[in-house]
């Protein structure tokens, strides 16, 4: 069983062509995967697979270390993708990969880097069903913007740089992400604005459901960016002044996100390859009785 090891920002996942899995995915055999003492230890898994409509390249699931699925990941998409185009599944600059939240579009702009189109954005969802049209919530006094793309979010804003690094979000983070208002649990995105008034730059801290706190989050990040462009509307998508570009500043590196008048949403950075191995026949052993 091949497999390569990929990060972006500091967050890595496994990388498998389901063709290679002897077996078929389980939550347990994902667990035992990514933990990091007895398994290969990753983040997560990219499981890839011939698609079944023929105008994406690839399809693509994304599981968590705790076994569940998630939608989409910025970071996980993005290495993916830079995958596909490294190991020959096609060759164009352009294309489509589908996932669990729907196709992305990635366009490669070098060797280890792309720009990937994730969607539109919404303020309303299945993840929020209780939650007003502009998606603003509070919880136990976090005032809080739920954010869907692919996978919820909800970002809130705190006063300052120096107030979000105390926080502890090893305590904060589970009692929001289990909170019952979103029923499919949610990532949380807390940030504040960088140097303000000036370009469109924040720091972020991140916890994902059924991760923990995380160096970096792709999906985390544009939550956080759409938040602050709505706070910010006129000044960042003033008329004519074409989608907002903001610079989310996270513990593992920093994205750029774009954001337009619609919430459309792109994702920019890098991923890079870390190693590549095959299985001991004996943890193959052990994966097919973790079943």
């Known amino acids: 069983m091949r497999f390569e090891s990929w990060q972006a920002l500091g967050n890595d996942y496994l990388i498998v062509e389901r063709e290679a899995m002897p077996f078929p995915v389980t939550p347990a055999r994902v667990r035992l995967l990514c933990e990091r003492h007895r398994g290969v230890g ?14 994406h390249v690839a399809d693509l699931r994304i599981f968590n270390p705790d076994g569940s699925e998630a939608e989409l990941s910025g970071n996980g998409a993005r290495e993916a993708v830079l995958y596909l185009r490294r190991r020959g599944w096609t060759d164009r600059d352009e294309f489509t990969v589908h996932t669990a939240a729907g196709p992305v579009k990635p366009t490669i702009t070098g060797p280890l880097s792309c720009r990937m189109e994730l969607g539109r954005a919404r303020l309303q969802s299945k993840d929020f069903p209780a939650g007003p049209a502009d998606g603003l919530g509070e919880f136990d006094g976090w005032r809080f913007q739920h954010v869907s793309i692919g996978n919820p979010q909800i970002a809130i804003r705190v006063q300052d740089q120096a107030t ?37 730059r924040i720091r972020a801290r991140i916890f994902e459901r059924g991760v923990g706190e995380t160096l970096s989050s792709g999906t985390g990040a544009s939550g956080a960016a ?28 920093e994205l750029e996100v774009e954001v337009d008048t619609r919430l ?28």
């Open 226 to 253: 759409v938040a602050y462009v709505l706070g910010n509307r006129e000044r960042l998508l003033g008329a004519g002044s074409g989608p907002a570009r903001v610079t989310v500043v996270l513990d593992g590196g």
């Open 42 to 55: 990753a983040d997560g898994i990219l499981l890839l697979s011939a698609p079944a409509d023929p105008a």
């Open 164 to 200: 979000l690094m105390e926080l502890d979000l090893a305590e904060l983070g589970p009692p929001i992400e289990r909170n019952p208002a979103f029923p499919n649990r949610t990532n949380v995105s807390w940030y504040a604005e960088l140097e303000p008034g000036s370009q469109a």
């Open 264 to 291: 459309h949403v792109c994702l920019s950075g890098w991923a890079l390859p870390v190693f590549e191995g095959r299985l001991s026949e004996e943890f193959v052993s052990e994966l097919r009785q973790a079943a």
